[in-house]
């Protein structure tokens, strides 16, 4: 039976854990402090460390450098609430097995704890530890965490990285936290975006070109790949490179090496690659327009940017943050009432990260009241405001009535039948009603039960009611 010793300040999380640990059949000892985990490590090392972050007497991480100074041979498996980045990087710097943001699914940590068992004697490779940088990267959300515990797999090595995702969703700022992060970061960062550079032009800009080499051509100029020695190349919308300019990236990548355009000799090239494209790939290598070998040379650990729409939680968090840097860069303090909160998760944001930063920034300067109200968002935004007065938000009133019977009749909405003939019996024939009165027209239909377009949309989807005409709104 393996022996799993877990630090847990938190009483409630501590005992869950525990009962999840030895359901699974591992012995367990819990202490409260790192104090108390010191004094059980030094009589009797287990096979798995759990530990927390956030301690009574102590930082968890800072602790995790003395336990594999001590104990190299020891997995060690992280928690933390504080869910960012940094966090994540840090656990791996230190020589963590695994890092678990909170709240976590039990079923992951004893997964977790099984792979640490079965891996006995192996830890991930220590890295110099930096005091915490301020890094662009923000967010708590599950996806998000998934993102950065990749992020923090690679940094310490040159292997190559493919970002996806649409745009705005912040791939620059990945590279840039690799490269922040990582042992080149002394050296020069440097982006090129594929999208915006003419096709005849983009093996100059990659490779440099020598004097005369084409008309304009007045002097040597060195290219991206020389100018980034050293450092991290990244290349940005690598979906729109032209196939033959792939064909000599490929032979770079694979070479090592290459010559400027109208040059002759061979120049060494030291760089890391990170490339970026909000295409699909490997539908473009399908239809031939893009190189499968170049594909499976740049996506040798992929990274998935999640859109904003599916990490909603973390737009709270952005938004104060972007609000935070408008009062640094000498824009008007503003904050976010708890409705315009509201109606910016509830935006979808088809411009993602970037169009919530810039909706901050003319909220910052163009609300007329400190505090921002939805309607000031709407405003913004160009969605219709909700309308008040006849129109009864009937989510509210459904939601309202569901909490008053679980007041009155406890365990009622146990087995969800009730529940079931509420959005039978009330929210689905409202709905239908106010787009048979408004002849389909959802934006009049939304505002006459008190909702913005999407969010009946949203229910319509829900529900699987068929939307109808909408020509009128």
């Not at 490779?125 to 998000?144: F, N, Q």
């Not at 996806?164 to 042992?183: N, Q, Y």
């Not at 009535?401 to 024939?429: F, H, M, N, Q, S």
């Amino acid at each position: 039976m393996s022996r799993v010793l877990l630090i847990e300040d938190d009483a409630a999380i501590r005992t869950v854990i525990v009962q999840a640990l030895r359901r699974a059949g591992h012995e367990v000892e819990a202490v409260d402090t790192l104090e108390a985990a010191r004094r059980a490590l030094a009589i009797r090392a287990p096979d798995v460390l759990v530990t927390d972050v956030v301690l009574p007497d102590g930082d968890g991480l800072d602790h995790l450098a003395e336990v594999t100074d001590r104990h190299p041979e020891l997995p060690v498996i992280v928690l933390s609430a504080r869910n960012t980045l940094t966090t994540a990087v840090r656990a791996t710097e230190a020589g963590a097995y695994e890092y678990l943001p909170k709240p976590f699914d039990l079923d992951n940590l004893t997964r977790a704890v099984a792979g640490a068992v079965a891996r006995r004697g192996t830890t991930a490779d220590a890295m110099a530890t930096d005091d915490d940088p301020s890094l662009p990267l923000i967010g708590r959300s599950p996806s998000m965490q998934d993102v950065y515990r990749v992020i923090a797999r690679v940094v310490a090595n040159d292997l190559t990285v493919l970002v996806s995702g649409e745009s705005g969703t912040g791939k620059e700022l990945v590279a840039r936290a690799i490269h922040d992060l990582g042992p080149r970061r002394a050296e020069p960062f440097v982006a090129i975006n594929m999208a915006a550079i003419p096709r005849e032009l983009i093996e100059a800009e990659l490779f440099g070109h020598e004097r005369g080499a084409f008309t304009g051509a007045t002097q040597r100029t060195a290219g991206r790949f020389e100018q980034a020695g050293g450092g991290t190349l990244f290349l940005d919308e690598i979906g729109d490179m032209p196939i033959e300019a792939q064909t000599r990236l490929l032979r770079v990548l694979q070479q090592g090496e290459f010559t400027t355009v109208g040059g002759a000799r061979a120049i060494r090239t030291d760089v890391r690659i990170i490339a970026a494209t909000n295409r699909d790939l490997g539908q473009q290598v399908a239809s031939g327009a893009f190189r499968e070998d170049l594909f499976y040379r740049l996506n040798v650990v992929p990274v998935r940017l999640p859109p904003l729409r599916e990490r909603r939680e973390d737009v709270p968090l952005l938004s104060r943050h972007f609000l935070e840097q408008a009062v640094a860069q000498g824009l008007p303090r503003r904050q976010l009432a708890a409705d315009a909160i509201a109606a910016l998760v509830a935006y979808d944001w088809p411009g993602n990260v970037r169009e919530l930063e810039n909706l901050m920034r003319r909220l910052a300067v163009l609300a007329r009241d400190e505090v921002i109200d939805a309607d000031a968002v709407r405003a913004m935004l160009g969605e219709p405001r909700e309308v008040e007065g006849r129109g009864e938000d009937f989510a509210a009133a459904v939601r309202a009535l569901i909490e008053k019977i679980a007041r009155e009749r406890p365990g009622a909405l146990d087995d969800g039948t009730l529940y079931d003939r509420i959005i039978t019996e009330v929210e689905r024939p409202l709905i239908e009603a106010a787009l048979t009165r408004h002849g389909g027209n959802q934006l009049r239909a939304a505002r006459a039960i008190g909702l913005n377009r999407n969010t009946l949309k949203k229910r319509l989807d829900a529900l699987g009611i068929a939307a109808r005409s909408d020509a009128a709104g």
